[in-house]
């Protein structure tokens, strides 16, 4: 089976999101009530990756279409997330128990102690935490996403195979509602939707992917438009001006609402997944930004633990100084965790996907 080749300019990007949601949780935790005057504030990217995973849902949907509608909506769904368990839960494990052993030795948490600690957290290393476990403890707060991607992930694929046609609509008025209560209460929380009682994680993941599928239609169409180099010219203009714009708004810009924000991500994110602008076409076929892009998950699930490790053992350390730890220790726990899951658990519980990609057999 062949391979696809893999859009470099997204996993480029991926990474630095990635470092971008890092740095804000380094902020929050560490430097939040100090004096220093922080870089790279403002802006989170999560509703990139809400884009990317509610796009790539869509394009698994597309391609397995005709097999679908002969299997049950709620077996083809089932399918989708066990894909996605396996894909994302050796980082998610990896990265809550980093996290637990980091932040229980800080603690000095007695071995007595342990297996309680352990069994009151149980729900986030199944990965099952957005489940509604509130009495639970959580070591890797930001692993809340991947937990939430697979209840939400197996809703909508549910969904779409159930009636593609229906969903559409369901979704167009589901994002008004959302963004539109994004728009003037700026939080998801005071959104009209709260009062179901919904957790506001949910519901903000759910917009995310449902405008990721409303996006694979748009992207859908452009990759199938030839384009004239007027049209490649505007889409690189969009792709530098949007880049830059949305740098500069992390990096020292205004206080703007956050659907705006969504809005600018959504139409770079489209951009780059067309893929036929000549900036894009710079990045194509990259193996450095393709491995960048697959180190993100690991530099995603290992970070928050650098962050308590950081403010622990070097409580004196200065701000820039602290940024420059986090990426490389950061970036180098994150390519061990890689590669045990490509050389170890690959091999042990991925025998079909071993076989289909000779790389992993070196």
Known sequence: MKEEKKNSAVELWRYIFTIAIAIGHLNAIVWSKGNVDLLFTGYKFLAFFMFLSGYFLMVHYQKNKRTLKKEEASVSAWQYTKKRISALYPALFGGVLFAFIVRNVIAETSMNEIFSVFMNSLF???????????????WNEPLWYISALFIVGYILYYLVSKNEDIFRVIAVIFL?????????????????????????????????????????????YFQKKKFNENITMIFSVLHIGLAVTILYIWLHGPNINASIYDLL???????????????????????????????SLYYFACHIGFIYLLANLFPEMTYVPSIIFNIVFSTCWAFIMLYFDEYVITPIFRERKTARNPRLKK
């Open 265 to 295: 991500l959504f139409i770079f994110t489209t951009i780059l997944l067309v893929n036929k602008d000549y900036i894009s076409v710079l990045y194509n076929d990259s193996e450095v930004l393709n491995c960048l892009g697959r180190l």
């Open 124 to 138: 986030e290393f199944l990965g099952i935490s957005q489940l509604g476990m509130n009495t639970m403890t959580l």
């Open 176 to 220: 008004v509602i959302v963004y539109g209560g994004l728009g003037l209460y700026g939080s998801v929380t005071d959104a009209p939707l709260s009062i179901l009682g919904i957790p506001s994680n949910i519901i903000r993941l759910m917009a995310g992917m449902c405008a990721g599928m409303v996006m694979y239609y748009i992207v859908n």
